[in-house]
């Protein structure tokens, strides 16, 4: 009876361990994202207090696919459809990242970030031609985080593509263009055209801040369970009355 007795107790003790773990990790895995997010932070910080220009070759660079670099140069704008990004918000607001390929002198493609375009309430895309000019300037990043998005590109009536993850290897496909470089152009605010957009690189994401917020709540419940079971553990059974004579 003794041994059967303790079954219940080592079971439960199982599930609040296993439970407590996993908080514990999750917790851990914020505390990494925000790790992460601080340093590119810092690494994007540090390029756009100087500025200093470099070639636009460096995009077609891949073994430096998640750095930062402040990069102009002469070409023009490809012949290809545009690009939009969608589920970006902005001031409250629903609607895209728009892209345009530009072709450097003597560079591999890349994608250019123009900026941000309303969407209508009937998800109507806005049209994007491209630009005119034939000099860009900006920051060379990463593309944005596709997270869990599986990366689909849905061809739009004017022959542009709606992504809602910015996948390089399905562009290179869609666009035909196989040496389209692993990073982006975040064209500079100063320049035209007179799109909203900015220099954040970490745009509809979660900042840093937030990560440890997370963490701290995980925690917490891995915490919680692990008191939870041991109040129970030590709390005393009421005794039974007895009836009868």
Do not use: C
């Not at 001031?91 to 969407?119: K, M, S």
């Not at 849905?154 to 593509?161: I, N, S, Y």
């Amino acid at each position: 009876m003794q041994v059967r007795s303790r079954r219940p107790l080592v079971f439960g003790w199982t599930l609040a361990l296993l439970a407590s773990a996993l908080f514990a990790r999750l917790g851990v895995w914020q505390l990494d994202r925000m790790h992460q997010k601080e340093a590119m932070l810092a690494a994007a910080h540090a390029v756009l207090a100087q500025r200093v220009p470099r070639p636009l070759a460096l995009a077609g660079d891949e073994a430096r696919t998640r750095d930062y670099a402040w990069a102009a140069g002469d070409g023009h704008f490809a012949d290809v459809p545009a690009v939009l990004l969608d589920n970006q918000e902005r001031d409250g607001r629903a609607g895209v990242r728009a892209y345009r390929v530009f072709v450097p002198q003597g560079a591999a493609p890349l994608l250019v970030e123009l900026g941000w375009l309303p969407v209508s309430a009937d998800r109507r895309m806005p049209a994007v031609p491209p630009p005119g000019f034939r000099h860009v300037a900006g920051l060379l990043a990463p593309p944005p985080s596709a997270g869990l998005a599986r990366p689909v590109a849905q061809k739009q009536p004017d022959g542009g593509l709606l992504l809602i993850a910015l996948d390089i290897p399905l562009l290179r496909h869609e666009l035909r263009l196989p040496a389209l470089a692993p990073r982006v152009l975040k064209l500079d605010p100063a320049l035209p055209p007179a799109y909203p957009r900015d220099l954040d690189i970490l745009p509809n994401t979660l900042p840093p801040a937030r990560h440890l917020g997370y963490a701290v709540q995980w925690f917490g419940l891995s915490l919680t369970v692990l008191a939870t079971a041991l109040v129970l553990t030590l709390r005393k059974p009421k005794p039974s009355r007895r009836t009868g004579p």
